[in-house]
T-cell receptor, first 113, second 108 residues
Framework: DAGITQSPRHKVTETGTPVTLRCHQTENHRYMYWYRQDPGHGLRLIHYSYGVKDTDKGEVSDGYSVSRSKTEDFLLTLESATSSQTSVYFC????????????FGSGTQLSVL | KNEVEQSPQNLTAQEGEFITINCSYSVGISALHWLQQHPGGGIVSLFMLSSGKKKHGRLIATINIQEKHSSLHITASHPRDSAVYICAVVSSGSRLTFGEGTQLTVNP
């Protein structure tokens, strides 16, 4: 199994509070992704990174920011959480872009009350 | 209309049956992924293919680029195959678009 760890696994927070989710990999893969999974939707890309300090927006990036200061860590921050951001968040990694095998973290269940 | 459509949305089978899950897409792609999401939520990659067919154990994935269609087959299905199966396509700019998934339940 690929070495990819998400933390926390579960979080409950209140509307308006900042939240940071962490994705840590030990595979030295260049690409890292944050997705959210909601009923009635496929996985949707929030942000992705193609290298240290190199990030770009996905299709549902509003209200989220990311940072990648080291190859192994990719942080997702909700600056001011809203109830619409209640979701399951998945981190994924790949050696290069989408034409390489993807490895997923175990997911983070986030509830914003 | 979604760029990636999976059918059926839900599938119930008896142990031992041959299973087919379909994925149709509407954009030009460079590759297609099949993923499996376990009841506990974890997601694993089953196949990545850009042409033809791939086989791994009881799983077979095929793709027809001209018809914009892929199928995932499971032979001799088993209750442990119960999971959500997700198709994802890689289109321009290496963008990944995911289907909503097919919930498979295999009864003993």
């Amino acid at each position: 199994d690929a070495g990819i760890t998400q933390s926390p696994r579960h979080k409950v927070t209140e509307t308006g509070t900042p939240v940071t989710l962490r994705c840590h990999q030990t595979e030295n893969h260049r690409y890292m992704y944050w997705y959210r999974q909601d009923p009635g939707h496929g996985l949707r890309l929030i942000h992705y990174s193609y290298g240290v300090k190199d990030t770009d927006k996905g299709e549902v990036s509003d209200g989220y920011s990311v940072s990648r200061s080291k190859t192994e860590d990719f942080l997702l921050t909700l600056e001011s959480a809203t109830s619409s951001q209640t979701s399951v968040y998945f981190c994924a990694i790949s050696e290069s872009s989408g034409n390489e095998k993807l490895f997923f973290g175990s997911g983070t269940q986030l509830s914003v009350l | 209309k979604n760029e990636v459509e999976q059918s059926p949305q839900n599938l119930t089978a008896q142990e031992g049956e041959f299973i087919t899950i379909n994925c149709s897409y509407s954009v030009g792609i460079s590759a297609l992924h099949w993923l499996q999401q376990h009841p506990g939520g974890g997601i694993v990659s089953l196949f990545m293919l850009s042409s033809g067919k791939k086989k791994h154990g009881r799983l077979i994935a095929t793709i027809n680029i001209q018809e914009k269609h892929s199928s995932l087959h499971i032979t001799a299905s088993h209750p442990r195959d119960s999971a959500v199966y997700i198709c994802a396509v890689v289109s321009s700019g290496s963008r990944l678009t995911f289907g909503e998934g097919t919930q498979l339940t295999v009864n003993p």
